[in-house]
RNA sequence: GCCCCCAUCGUCCAGUGGCCCAGGACGCCGCCCUUUCAAGGCGGUAACGGGGAUUCGAAUUCCCCUGGGGGCACCA
């Protein structure tokens, strides 16, 4: 694969920590690991922290937590923007003294107030240069008012914008269009833009990928870093953005959106990786189920599509089965622990609970669903429930309490060796000729739900006592 | 409102002028397997947004329209 990459690819993935980390996040992180990778270059972690209010420190690390989860392993770093307030501030004096950037006294109110005013005027929103030419005495004036100072960045007045996008191709934008942007808050701490210019400049990054709701502000990024000396070349490289199916930004409405909530419903790292390299990429072959190595090793910037990617749960949740199926038992069992010991506390069963895992392996679509088809092993007779959807089809199932009685009888009468009962003789003689048609009350009897884990092996694992205690509770209900 | 980006099955991708009356995957439907549900096997449904232009020939190039997304913060 040819690439025309530097030798020393150094990428950052820089999240802000105001929130934990989610899809769309994700998705940017595990390009940066794969462009740095693939080159062999340096993945570094960069928390951007300058916004105070926002920012927590409960989300550095749970973002932290969530990338090492996800096996995306960072080479250097956590660099926190807010540790490095004195460099943003001397670059902006700096571009203070040289007249690029200007001091501005307007409140962020009277902008808002004449942005609105030029919205309803019909005319296009963002600052409007109040500030930009005012001598030292208009300066003095308006801090005497008690106004404080924030410090703007002047953007060209005519001529046009570009940059070559390693995704889309050549991006422009006339500079007419772009107003002049806060660079420093009245309080003195740096806004996203300086910061970034700053720190891609320091840390020698040769290759920004990100997301694509970030493209226009490249031209102002890509302003800010000349005017703070240039550097080494620096590549973009916007990634279309991730949607819901129906095309609207990605939201709760559309299911889990927080990585966090995918490892709790016991997703594996291995598919959700997967999962998402395949939004918006794919590789030369055409190969879908791959592991991180044949990602990064077939991983390639010129792969990457250039539309916004709807996230389709429905195809996550076969990809998670696909690696569930991969995992050796012990695998599976060592995931699926942490999750099972959260669930079940001290009524888990090791031993149980790994030969429930052999059963439902092949048919799991998450571990947090296969947990959900072996809750029955692990609760006590009297706290026993059988659902209430499953309740109604064993009530409307022909001959249920027959069914029922066959197999207590089946279960009481039989040697007990802890194989797998074969029930089919058994409703035969009982006139039960398509055992399909009880399979779900018996089912819903034994484990509390009509589909589940395969019953004769839930039985044997259930034991004797207990399989009749439910059997006749079930018969029991249906009496009354 | 202005600016930017994008446009192939319901969804994710393949396709870079003829190999395409468009291929794969998920989903969906059917059949097989089956002591439930799945998993697995086999088969099926389903798309180049519209209009111009270039060309012997356009899913592929250009223009317009339409549609979708993003941006226009003292958020990042």
Redesign the pocket.
Known sequence: MVENAPMNVRVRF???P?GSLHVGSARTALFNFLFARHHGGTFVLRI????????KDEWVVGIQDTLRWLGLDWDEGPVL?SERFSEYRTAASELLDRGLAYE?????E???ER?DA??TA??????DGRCRDLDDSQRVALAAEG????V?FRTPDDGTSRFV?E????????WA???D??I????D?????L??AVDDLAMGITHVIR???????TH?VLALREALGGGSPLSFA?L??I?G?????LSKRHGAVALEEFRDAGYLPEAVCNYLA???????D?R?VMDLDEVVDAFSL???????????H??????N??WI?RLTLDELAERARPLAEERFGDRLDDELFVAGLR?GQ????TIGQLLD?MEFLFVADDEFEIAAESWDKLVATERVDDALGAVEEHIARMEWDGA?????DT?AAAAFEK??KV??A??AAIEG??????????IALLGQEKTLVRLRAARARLAR
């Not at 951007?48 to 920012?55: L, N």
């Not at 701490?189 to 833009?193: C, K, L, Q, R």
């Not at 997301?211 to 502000?217: A, T």
């Open positions: 820089s999240p802000a105001t951007e922290d300058t916004d105070r209010a926002r920012s923007q501005c006294y307007c409140t962020p009277e902008i808002r942005n030029a919205m019909g005319r296009s929103p963002g600052y106004r404080s100072r924030s703007r996008d995704i889309r191709g050549e991006v422009t934008v006339e269009s772009v107003h942007f806060v420093l808050r009245a309080d701490t740096p806004i996203f833009f910061a970034n997301g694509e709701d970030l493209l226009d502000s102002r916007h279309p953005l949607l199916t129906d095309r609207a930004k395949l939004l918006g990429w794919s590789p030369d055409g879908e010129a792969g990457v599509t250039h539309a916004a990617a709807a996230f389709d429905a195809k996550l949740d076969w990809m089965g696909e199926r059963i092949e048919r799991a679509v088809q797998p009962v074969d029930l089919r409703l055992p399909r399979m779900p018996i089912y739900r009509h589909a589940g884990l395969p019953v004769f092996d839930a």
